[in-house]
């Protein structure tokens, strides 16, 4: 609006009065609210108006004038140069009439000549005039009682969150100031008189605000900023949880994202996941089996690879716990500032999250953001297993083969394992065939049916639904000058793919401000989370199930089947020892119990800030967090589990009308409740200090702190039987019988016997406490050239570590230079708008941390204490984890240099770094010498380093008042190499080395192969060794004769993005990249070169099985088919097979290593705001209407139909694809 | 402005007290013992882990195939039989692939990390009497023994006085420390050494009185010196340690509610309608025979892993040899079926090849049995008959009818020892214990110059293959994944 004043002088007259102090005091504050509504309406409206004006003038005038306005003047010149002027209507009253005639004079002259008898005189600035009236010496004298003023105010953006770091130019001067981490500033000494006040903030339009300023000027100004046209938001400040600096004066490795895109992500609840693509260095990994996030490569191995994620200053273990929709702000913290900032837990990069703020002097705004994501059933189609028709001739194949029927001879598959002896109904049929029980005619018309049976359908609707995700935040924010609030309340509704699954979330988040006085100011955040959740028994059926095994027949009835269990005859057996019923029926089954789960937690952190004395001020942050689970999975007296568990204790009656002996509870089912408490506190006390010299030639910050932290854990479980949901009861059972075992039950629980260990009660806890103290220093000299400096000491309550492991400070140094702001870059390349150059170098490490689990290793045995009912006493002690006396703290070097730069009028901006790793002494799993007694520990197994580049780039393609177009690049490239290995004794069997993935020379998760060279005449796979023979002898490969194919991290990945406006049309089309990983496929699927087909091949309910892949049949068969395929025979008896052969030449031959890369079209989104006149009607400040589409397409470089984000390299098994194609609405409300 | 100056003073007072209290409390703040997890250090922590139930097991079943009173049926080995079931019957050179290591080592091996653990830690442990820490001391010593005796009889040639000082044996190790790599193979003769110290220093401290069959008392002990002896051929000296232990058994109770130490009479037990709950020619395994916690003739608990030799794989039975050493009372033959496993009908095709179902572990510590059938070898071998008769009788009678359980008169003492060997066929046929006679008596005069053989029998009872041991594979080859490991060391021939 105030732009719009040089434009329209009815409209100065009226602003200017709005911004005087003595009419606020009579507005009311509705009054205020309406007008600022007014304001920001019709500054975007006239926004573009501005734009395109101030372009393409000239700067000389031709006029020719007689006793006109002064006013008149100016329009003439405005209009001819482009030059806007900036004057009070008072001050036009002692003008005088202008007579004067000009010819293609310079402005500057013609000015000159213009005021030359004026009592007014003029500064030039920034293509703004300035009218001023000429000091009047005595008046002056007369009026020195009035000092210097200074002037505040606030600058907040178009949602009125404060912006930290704003320049605030008074002009007409050069007078500089910046706000504070509330959004003030203040600029004192100023003569009163009329002033714009110009503020500029990366990522938003210029703005400037005319100012008044006299004697009784007491009014906080409020600026509110409106964001650039592109959108685009850049890193001004940074947050790194301690502290807030300004871009400029920080020179370590920082990303944050654009929220923007962060919000119309309408995929997750997840923050992390909507970070997917846009954040350079860090990779979202999808894959089952990898760690899900990782930043900059690998710096460990075994320590923990989770980021660190810090929610207001407080360390948060659960970032689910936070609402997308009340974040402000997230900023990815990559080098060794990070670490040496947060300590040993920070060395996999660390996740800064600050919370959306309540406004300081606002009435309250309310926002609703919503959306509903159909994600559709899981594709179970993409795993490529038989139907019917093909796996029943399969199977009639392999029967007619009588090596089969002798590998698998009836006698042998109708062995009873714990009570259990499965014998598929195909089976069943060949079986009853080859024992001569039913003639080949009945053989085949049986199978015919099956063949002609197809459960796909079924499993379909019978074992899925569409998955979809819903969340609704309602959020409100408002405020006084000494109080204000921000407040969200959010529900999600997930709902999985499983049927009867239940899972809803909510959230009640609020931030609150208070401000104590000038000199203390505090604030409380609560965010507490509630979970509910809910599941019948749980089943995974897929494809992967014998094909023809329908689960309901034609009347709609559930079909039992309990061969999958036992034969008929067997269960029979069963059923009348122990009087029990053995059927199964899967549908049925899961309505034979149930899983709640309530979780509740609480964070809580309060902060205060009290300036104690100049620059100098005292933080503090205290979180607290208290959380807690309980999860009840109740399997019902009729659930099959209860039942075969009650059956195996069950000895039958030896005398014939008497009753067996029940050794568990007859009556009842079985409930597991699972209860979690956790108890997290933080105190953090520092000393800051800010100190800038009059002139801003010396900029210095220090900050020095001690913090607290402790984590308490604990679980306790407890099992009853014989459990009444209705009476609420349980009954006992006897624990040193079933612990030592029951013999001669009706079949044995375990191999000879049943036995029952002791379940009914256990606890664990853990309890993880650490004490640091840390200190920093940012200096600044000249405003260009920053040096960075961070030490911290981190000790904790680690249990079973040698001191050696502790007491390691880490440090980090920096140096950063605003190389744009040196005169010969402003003089001789006015393009470059930004650049900076940016070098950091530090050590952080990680611990080898026991706190929480022992898998990270220890200096000393670990015992657990367990059960014995053997042992006098009933207790014994074993060694849970060996302690390697060895183990050493894993350190990483990190070097990084990084260049921040916009140019061309910010079209172009972006940043690149550069990083160097050096880890040493990695932790990881390293196999130990057999003749300690230990196979494996952990322990120190080399050096690591990771080499890579990683940036961001955006450019603005196209800005124009309807149409705008930009393009961001993500990149991030990580190559890693393992330098060096400390295993005493190297692995030199082929086997155990494909297995391993560290392997000195190559990068870490290398995958290895062998040399495929075909099939021999028997179907036997080949492989060609290091020495060059071809042999397919089991044992002849040694680890020299494997190949290096590659390591299954991506080395490039990323995500490119555009987006696109028109009008009141957003659209965004994000998509993701990953190249250079090496991945192996699941070659015949079940490694199904050699073991029987049982239809079922585990004993635990719920699982389905039996099926092959289709590959089985592109398999050696005769003679010949070596020229035509690479799948081995297969060759039934085990022993035979691994004797002559070793099918894992062909499993992990180099052909069946394939290109992981893939781009990924992850999403589009296309957001619609009403326009503005609309929205006015509707009393509100924004309505948007946003639909995305996910996962939209895939490029892949295999040929195998893979996914490879839906692929365990690890395994070679590939994973059902879920939320492919999904679609998602959404709206958001503002007013 | 004074009272700002005020506020700000408290302030300040206030962030040092703050920060100076959790600086004054840190010590005490980081020192908390985490729940739910130990790290040894009173004297009570040494004693429970000798109640490790890992001691108990090892895996003991690597002897049951290469025992020579066992024959194989084609049928079952060469379709279904485990590669390392048949490699071991074969008597192949290496048992193992590259990169797979043996289970009968590394069992035994975590087992010796706990006794070194204990046997170095336990003399500065805290809270114990010098007595108590003795007493677990020795234990552990007794258990490293038992250990170190199993390792080298399965990797060390057998022991030979003349030769024992150059025959590569086993590494000695004493330590419990994950990152040692360098071990070289101390000598037969050292191990052996070794195992007698530690036994020897041991016994005066163990109690006479055991709480449980875990731990070893000192008749265990004394049993399993008195055992070592006799595989060093040192036949007195055995017989001396098998006295004492027989004596301190009469005083020796595993307490509690256990049955004291005893041999069961099969002739009640293991019958029809006996108390065990036998039946006749069943085609499953038999699970009546109590498991070994509360096995009277337990002395000393120690088992072998699930011997599926007797509990569901089929390819091995007792030879028509072996069947011939029983006579038709002896009950021992009630372990035993015609029936390959599950087959309601079937039986094997030749006569007297039986499958062993039951039990279903191999009680490979010190028993009963074990403890009467050395002493009567000993006796034999030092000429007194009538110790050695009496030490049968008392066995025998327990398992036949009393009227076959007499030792026949007029036996020469090689008749006699032959017999006790027999024996011991009788006793412990298919679970292992065979191999490790056949290795020591291959360096006895009397019997080095039997040469033994494995048959493989086709479906029809055809002898399809014959197998030769070859003298060198009476001793194990280390597995070629832990000679990878340490390519330093010679491998056996």
């Known amino acids: ?1231 | 402005m004074k009272t700002m100056q005020t506020r700000n003073y408290i302030i300040g007072l206030f962030t040092i007290t703050a920060v100076s209290l959790l600086g004054s409390c840190s010590k005490s703040f980081l020192e908390v013992q985490p729940k739910g997890k130990v790290i040894a250090q009173s004297t009570s922590d040494y004693d429970m882990m000798l109640n490790n139930a890992g001691l108990v097991s090892n895996g003991g079943d690597v002897s049951v195939p290469m025992g020579d009173e066992i024959i194989a049926f084609d049928n079952y080995f060469t379709s279904a039989a485990s590669i390392r079931s048949q490699r071991l019957f074969r008597w192949d050179d290496d048992i193992y692939d590259d990169g797979i290591f043996a289970n009968e080592m590394a069992t035994l091996m975590a087992n010796l990390y706990t006794c070194n653990k204990i046997i170095n830690e336990v003399p500065a442990s805290t809270y114990g009497t010098d007595a108590q820490k003795q007493a677990i001391l020795a234990e552990a010593r007794v258990n490293r023994a038992y250990i170190n005796f199993n390792l080298i009889n399965l990797y060390g040639k057998p022991y030979n006085a003349a030769t024992a000082a150059t025959d590569p044996g086993y590494p000695i190790v004493t330590a419990a420390d994950l990152t040692a790599t360098s071990f070289t193979r101390a000598s037969v003769q050292e191990m052996y050494d070794f195992i007698l110290k530690d036994i020897t220093g041991s016994i005066p401290y163990l109690p006479v009185t055991i709480k449980s069959r875990i731990r070893i008392g000192k008749a265990a002990a004394e049993l399993l010196l008195g055992k070592v002896y006799v595989f060093m051929a040192k036949f007195d000296e055995a017989k001396k340690q098998l006295d004492a232990a027989l004596t301190d058994l009469a005083s020796t109770s595993s307490g509690g509610t256990l049955t004291n130490m005893g041999l069961y009479d099969l002739n009640v037990t293991m019958i029809s309608g006996g108390t065990w709950g036998w039946k006749a020619n069943s085609a499953t395994f038999f699970s009546g025979v109590p498991a070994g916690q509360v096995n009277t003739e337990n002395i000393c608990w120690r088992q072998s892993g699930t011997n599926y030799w007797s509990y569901n794989l089929s390819e091995y039975t007792i030879s028509t040899e072996t069947y011939n050493l029983f006579v038709s009372t002896d009950k021992r033959l009630n372990y035993f079926t015609i029936r390959p496993y599950l087959e309601s009908t079937g039986t094997y095709p030749l006569t007297g090849a039986l499958r062993r179902n039951a039990p279903s572990f191999i009680q490979n510590g010190m028993t009963m049995p074990e403890l009467y059938l050395l002493r009567a070898e000993c006796a034999a071998r030092l000429g007194d008959t009538t110790t050695a008769k009496a030490d049968l009788l008392t066995l025998r009678v327990k398992r036949m009818s009393s009227a076959d359980a007499t030792v026949p008169t007029g036996l020469t003492q090689k008749e006699l020892i032959d017999f006790v060997l027999n024996e011991r066929t009788r006793e412990f046929a298919l679970q292992g214990y065979r191999w490790f006679d056949m290795r020591r008596l291959s360096v006895d005069p009397l019997y080095s110059s039997t040469t033994y053989s494995h048959r493989l029998y086709g479906t029809s009872g055809t002898l399809t293959s014959t197998f030769t041991l070859k003298p060198e594979r009476l001793t194990l080859r280390l597995p070629l994944a832990v000679m990878a490991q340490n390519p330093e060391m010679e491998n056996n021939p």
């Open chain 1, 1 to 1231: 609006m105030h732009l719009i004043a040089f434009c329209n002088r009815t409209v100065v007259a009226r602003t200017l009065t709005f911004n005087t102090g003595r009419r606020r005091k009579s507005s009311s504050r509705f009054l205020n609210q309406a007008l600022r509504i007014m304001r920001l309406t019709s500054l975007m409206l006239f926004v573009f108006v501005v734009n395109v004006s101030a372009t393409g003038t000239a700067q000389s005038v031709t006029l020719s004038v007689n006793n006109t306005s002064l006013e008149k003047v100016f329009d003439a010149v405005k209009s001819q140069t482009g030059y806007y002027f900036f004057y009070n209507q008072k001050q036009l009253k002692e003008a005088k009439p202008v007579t004067i005639k000009a010819d293609h004079v310079p402005l500057e002259s013609f000015l000159e000549q213009l005021f030359k008898d004026q009592p007014l005189t003029y500064l030039v600035q920034n293509q703004t005039i300035f009218i001023r009236t000429k000091p009047k010496a005595t008046v002056i004298a007369a009026e020195n009682a009035a000092p210097p003023i200074t002037i505040r105010g606030v600058v907040r953006n178009q949602n009125g969150d404060l912006l930290y770091a704003a320049s605030v130019y008074l002009r007409p001067g050069s007078v500089v100031a910046q706000t504070d981490k509330s959004g003030f500033f203040s600029i004192p000494g100023v003569e009163p008189g009329n002033y714009v006040l110009e503020v500029s903030y990366v990522g938003y339009e210029i703005q400037k605000t005319p100012v008044t300023v006299g004697p009784d000027m007491k009014q906080l100004i409020t600026i509110m900023l409106q964001p650039s046209a592109d959108k685009l938001e850049e890193v001004t400040v940074v947050n790194n949880g301690y502290q807030t600096l300004s871009r400029d004066r920080s020179a370590g490795s920082f990303t944050k994202s654009n929220m923007e895109t962060v919000k119309n992500h309408n995929t997750s609840m997840n923050l992390i996941q909507r970070l997917d693509g846009l954040v350079p260095g860090m990779v979202i990994n999808n894959a089952p089996g990898s760690t899900n996030v990782i930043v900059r490569g690998l710096s460990t191995i075994n320590a923990s690879k989770d980021l660190l994620y810090v929610v207001d200053g407080i360390i948060v273990n659960n970032i689910d716990d936070v609402n997308p929709n009340d974040v402000q702000d997230v900023t990815l913290l990559k080098d060794a500032t990070a670490a040496s900032i947060w300590g040993s837990r920070a060395s996999n990069g660390v996740v800064v999250v600050v919370t959306k703020k309540g406004l300081r002097n606002s009435p309250l705004k309310v926002e609703y953001n919503g959306f509903v994501n159909i994600q559709g059933k899981p594709d179970i189609e993409y795993l490529p297993y038989m139907r019917s028709p093909e796996f029943i001739s399969t199977m009639k194949e392999l029967y007619a083969d009588s090596n089969y029927r002798k590998a698998f001879t009836w006698p042998g598959v109708n062995t009873l394992i714990s009570g259990n002896a499965s014998i598929a109904p195909h089976e069943s049929i060949l079986y009853n065939y080859y024992r001569g029980l039913i003639s080949e005619a009945t053989m085949n018309a049986q199978l015919d049916s099956l063949s002609g049976i197809d459960n796909l359908q079924q499993i379909k609707d019978q074992w899925y639904r569409t998955a979809s995700l819903s969340n609704h935040t309602i959020s409100v924010r408002g405020g006084s000058g000494i109080y204000n609030i921000y407040g969200s309340l959010a529900y999600t509704n997930t709902v999985s793919s499983t049927p009867g699954e239940k899972n809803r979330n909510y959230k009640m988040n609020m931030r609150q401000e208070f401000v104590f006085n000038k000199n203390i100011t505090a604030y409380l955040v609560t965010n507490l989370v509630g979970n509910e959740s809910s599941a019948g028994r749980p089943a995974s059926v897929t494809n992967r199930f014998v094909p023809y095994q329908l689960f309901k027949d034609a009347n709609g009835n559930s079909i039992s089947m309990p061969w999958i269990y036992r034969t008929d005859s067997l269960r029979a057996v069963y059923e009348s020892k122990s009087g029990i019923n053995l059927n199964y029926n899967p549908i049925d089954e899961m309505n034979y119990g149930k899983t709640k789960n309530n979780a509740y937690r609480a964070y809580i952190t309060a902060g205060i800030t009290a300036k104690i004395w100049k620059g100098l001020r005292f933080e503090g942050v205290y979180g607290y967090v208290k959380g807690s689970s309980k999860t009840t999975a109740f399997e019902s007296e009729q659930s099959y589990s209860v039942r075969n568990q009650l059956a195996a204790f069950t000895v039958p009656a030896t005398t014939a009308g008497t009753l067996p002996t029940y050794f568990l509870p007859q009556r009842g089912g079985q409930l597991t409740v699972t209860n979690l408490n956790q108890y997290n506190w933080t105190v953090r006390n520092q000393l800051a200090y800010d100190y800038i010299s009059p002139n801003e030639t010396h900029q210095l910050t220090l900050l020095a702190g001690q913090e607290a932290t402790d984590a308490l854990a604990n679980t306790n479980i407890s099992v009853a039987r014989g459990y009444d949901p209705q009476s609420l009861t349980s009954q006992p059972v006897d624990w040193d019988t079933l612990g030592k075992g029951v013999t001669n039950t009706v079949f044995p629980s375990s191999i000879t016997k049943s036995t029952l260990s002791y379940d009914a009660y256990k606890e664990t806890e853990t309890d993880s406490r650490t004490l640091s103290y840390y200190g920093n220093a940012a200096y600044t000299f000249l405003r260009k050239y920053t040096l960075n400096g961070s030490v911290r000491k981190d000790q904790s309550n680690l249990f079973g570590k040698d001191k050696s492991a502790q007491n390691k400070p880490i440090w980090s140094a920096g140096l950063a230079w605003q190389l744009h702001k040196e005169f010969f870059i402003e003089e001789n390349l006015p393009w470059i708008k930004y650049l900076a150059l940016r070098a950091t170098y530090g050590l952080s490490g990680n611990q080898p941390l026991l706190t929480t689990d022992l898998s990270s290793g220890t200096s000393y045995d670990i015992l657990n204490t367990y059960v014995n009912l053997n042992a006098y006493g009933g207790q014994g002690l074993g060694i849970a984890t060996f302690g390697n006396r060895k183990l050493s703290w894993e350190a990483t070097k990190t070097t990084n240099f990084g260049v921040d730069f916009s140019v061309l009028n910010s079209k172009l901006s972006g940043s690149v770094d550069v990083y160097l790793r050096r880890t040493t002494n990695l932790i990881a799993k390293i196999p130990v010498n057999a003749f300690t007694g230990v196979s494996a520990a952990n322990g120190n197994l080399g050096n690591i380093n990771n080499t890579g580049i990683d940036g961001k780039i955006t450019s603005i393609n196209i800005k124009t008042k309807n149409f705008s177009w930009s393009t961001t690049l993500v990149a991030s490239y990580n190559v890693n190499k393992i330098t060096k290995l400390y295993i005493a004794n190297p692995t030199t069997s082929a086997i155990t080395m494909l297995s391993t993935n560290f392997i000195e020379g190559y990068s870490a998760f290398a995958q290895l192969g062998y040399k495929f060279m075909g099939l021999d005449s028997l179907g036997d796979p080949m492989i060609q060794l290091a020495d060059g023979k071809i042999t397919k002898a089991p044992s002849a490969a040694t680890a020299s004769d494997l190949k290096y194919m590659g390591t299954y991290q991506p080395k490039f990945t990323g995500g490119f993005s555009n987006n696109l406006r028109y009008r009141n049309f957003q659209l965004s089309i994000n998509m993701v990249y990953a190249f250079g990983s090496t991945l192996r496929r699941d070659a015949v699927g079940l490694n199904a070169y050699t073991t029987n087909l049982y239809g079922r091949t585990s004993n635990s309910p719920g699982y389905f099985f039996g099926n092959m892949y289709r590959d089985f049949n592109n398999r050696w068969k005769k003679s010949g088919d070596e020229n035509i395929t690479n799948i081995p025979s297969y060759v039934p008896a085990s022993s035979a097979s691994t004797s002559r052969r070793s099918t894992g030449y062909y499993a992990y031959g180099d052909i069946n290593f394939f290109d992981g890369a893939y781009v990924k079209l992850r999403d589009i989104n296309l957001a619609y705001s009403i326009p503005t006149s609309l929205i006015k009607q509707l009393r509100a400040d924004d309505l948007t209407f946003r639909v995305t589409l996910s996962n939209v397409l895939l490029w892949k470089a295999n040929h195998y139909g893979i996914d490879p984000e839906f692929h365990d390299s690890g395994s070679g098994l590939r994973a059902v694809p879920t939320a492919q194609h999904s679609i998602a609405v959404g709206a958001n409300l503002r007013f």
